[in-house]
């Protein structure tokens, strides 16, 4: 018997769910059912709109072809506002029901605004959809305007990046260092090295205690006394998963999202969840989390859409994976890259040398990676991560080429 699958959201976890339904189902009903008002894409395109990198004609990831082809159904702007607890039924903001078989949310994060004196009496414009992007356009007038960016995580420093491409001044307020997250101070100066040359200021190691309206711009005050204007403020500091419809629904929640089991499968059991939104095991050490990246959200949605079709398969956890392009060059980190102990830790390259590759290397295994300005497949040592594959008689070559060993390895343990 034909079953009905929804899916809630349009970006890469839902397509992935949609396309794997599809392969493995050719008569269930599929419809995907996303807030915004037009075709899916991806947010880490948006920066691009801004430097004329791409237009929006060729944003989106999917057309409307994708959607006959898979025998699917595409609605645009409905928010999903409750889950019902007693039946299989969901329902949107105006009023409209949709019942489902099995249920997939994916509704990815939102911005959050920081707990700061003045936050709410002055635009404070966040960079996560395509309304927002058509939001910071239509303020980046006069062309040379200055751009504060509250935050210095890798939505923070692409949106950076671009807007400096696109003539824009650029003033980064970062707490401690930006993308401390994935990047060691070293991998992270050779980073804003290239920012600074390329135009901004990058304030680090205070918060910012006041906002205020300064004519027709905006002045922060920050902890120590500075005061820093501008004519747009852009909050990059934090999101929250998307997740405000669950009350009374059932569906049990952690502090980061949507608890999952190893099928992507809610505390509900026709109720899955990916993407952003769902707390998962990660590969190492098994324990819950979110890894809000593209590359985890495609796998989850892969599950998922299995599970959902009726298939068992389980997700092996997470992987941290984030590559960054900036100003014709590149950095990335992958897996367990910073702050390990007991673990075998090599580095080559300095801020001086304009590159910089380290590895962690836990019992001959590959465990994580930083990179900047090293031409390398991230992708590959991704590879040989998930794979586990034997690196300790070559972690010295690895260090010192990592783009041809990584490659090697990866062409041994396919081969094997």
Known sequence: MAKKHLLIGSGAAGLSALRQIRNLSGEDQIKMVTMEDNLPYSPTALPYLLSGKIEEAKLWTVDETFFKETRSE??????????????????????????FDTLLLATGSEPVLPPINGINTIPVLGFHTLKDYHELVSRLRPKKCQVLIYGGGLV????????????????????SRILRRYFDATAGALIARSFVENGAEIITGHEVERVAAKGKGVELLLTNGTKVSGNILV?????????????????????????????????????YAAGDVAVSNDFFTHKEGANAILPSAMEQGKIAGANMAGEV???TGWISM???????????????????????????????????????VDKDRLVGV???NVPVDPGVLLYLIKNRVNVGPFKEQLLQAPGEVSRALMTKKERE
Not at 156 to 175: E, P, Y
Request: charged share 25%; aromatic share 6%; glycine share 14%.
């Open 74 to 99: 595409l609605k645009t702007g409905k928010k999903l506002v409750r889950i019902a607890s007693d039946r299989d039924e969901v329902e949107f903001e105006g009023g409209e029901r949709e019942t």
């Open 370 to 372: 930083q990179l900047v």
């Open 235 to 271: 909050n990059c500091l934090g999101t929250a998963p998307r997740i405000d419809f669950l009350q009374g629904s059932g569906i049990s929640v952690v502090k980061d999202g949507i608890l999952v089991d190893g099928h992507m499968r809610t505390t509900r059991a026709n109720v």
């Open 313 to 315: 398969r389980d997700y």
């Open 156 to 175: 923070a420093m692409g949106l950076a990046s671009n807007l400096l491409k696109r003539g824009c001044g650029v003033k980064v307020l970062v707490r």
């Open 322 to 360: 984030n590559v960054f392009h900036f100003f014709g060059k590149s950095a990335a980190a992958i897996g367990l890259s910073n702050g390990l102990e007991g673990v075998d830790t090599l580095t080559d390259g300095s801020e001086q040398k304009g590159h910089y590759t380290k590895l962690n």
